[in-house]
């Protein structure tokens, strides 16, 4: 039921593009995108609901298909900011209390 | 506006023993989460309470974990005993409602169980 992330891990240089993607097995109510850096909580980035929606904030941007329960995170002309794990959570159509199940998280190092 | 407060922030206790652990959500947000982030993987939900009733802990070891949130505002999660495994971040989260509403983490409680 976790849903699963790729990649694992990416390296990047500053101003670099990079995808990360977010899959389920289950059919998806949401998607919510969290970024945690070492040590510290997981920070809010956004919420997507509708099937094909896109939102953005920033540089990053992300995009929800209902129909193939995917989600990805678009990150652009990255920063070193940008440095830490992605989460993806992902609450099942079937769930009516909104509850989140997290994806195993991506590791992103954006180097100068 | 104030974030969510957690205490302690790190706990050193030996497997078998008791700990608990206290979360203050940001006011006027009804539901409270508390999760477990084992090092390497995402958190893991243990109970979701909406004001003072529970709403999830299908995750939550009941033979050893307890959680309760009296009058909807501040929770506790023990555990007791604890067992090596237990050995994790606990994050304590919170929200303005359920589902569409983005999720407050707090700082987390380190437990290290030896």
């Known amino acids: 039921q976790q849903p699963v992330q790729s990649p694992q891990a990416v390296i990047l240089r500053e101003g670099e593009d990079a995808v990360i993607n977010c899959s389920s097995s289950k059919a998806l109510y949401s998607v919510h995108w969290y970024r945690q850096k070492h040590g510290e909580a997981p920070v809010f980035l956004m919420i997507l609901l509708k099937g094909g929606e896109q939102k953005g904030h920033d540089k990053i941007s992300a995009s929800f298909n209902e129909k193939k329960q995917q989600s990805s995170l678009y990150l652009t002309a990255s920063q070193l900011s940008y440095s830490g794990t992605y989460f993806c959570g992902t609450e099942i159509r079937s769930s009516n209390t909104g509850k989140l199940i997290f994806g195993q998280g991506t590791t992103l190092q954006v180097k100068p | 506006e104030a974030g969510v407060a957690q205490s302690p922030r790190y706990k050193i206790i030996e497997k078998r023993q008791s700990v608990a652990f206290w979360c203050n959500p940001i006011?006027?947000?009804?539901?409270l989460y508390w999760y477990q982030q084992i090092l390497g993987q995402g958190p893991k939900l243990l109970i979701q309470f909406q004001n003072n009733g529970v709403v999830d802990d299908s995750q939550l070891p009941k033979d050893r974990f307890s959680a309760e949130r009296l009058k909807g505002v501040d929770s506790t999660l023990k555990i007791q005993p604890a067992k090596l495994e237990d050995s994790a971040v606990y994050l304590c989260a919170s929200s303005f409602g359920t589902g569409d509403y983005e999720q407050y983490f707090g700082p987390g409680t380190r437990l290290t169980v030896t």
């Open positions: 006011s006027g947000h009804a539901t």
